[in-house]
């Protein structure tokens, strides 16, 4: 149950973020994401575009189905 707060709490923390990185800055959403103790990688994975992510994301050998 602990990690499950955990992963609620800096689910909202990243929401948080990205609503300030928005509004404020990306420089204001990475800062209150550290002093929140949740990795700044989450955001500026969030702030990319999906296309980008699936490109990184695909795998790298085809699978033999």
Do not use: H, K, W
């Amino acid at each position: 149950m602990i990690q499950r707060r955990i992963d609620e709490r800096s689910a909202l923390a990243t929401e948080y973020a990205l609503f300030l990185a928005e509004t404020r800055g990306v420089s204001a959403g990475l800062m209150y994401l550290e002093s929140c103790n949740v990795s700044r990688e989450i955001l500026l994975r969030a702030m990319q575009g999906p296309a980008a992510r699936r490109s990184c994301e695909r795998r790298q050998r085809q699978r033999n189905d």
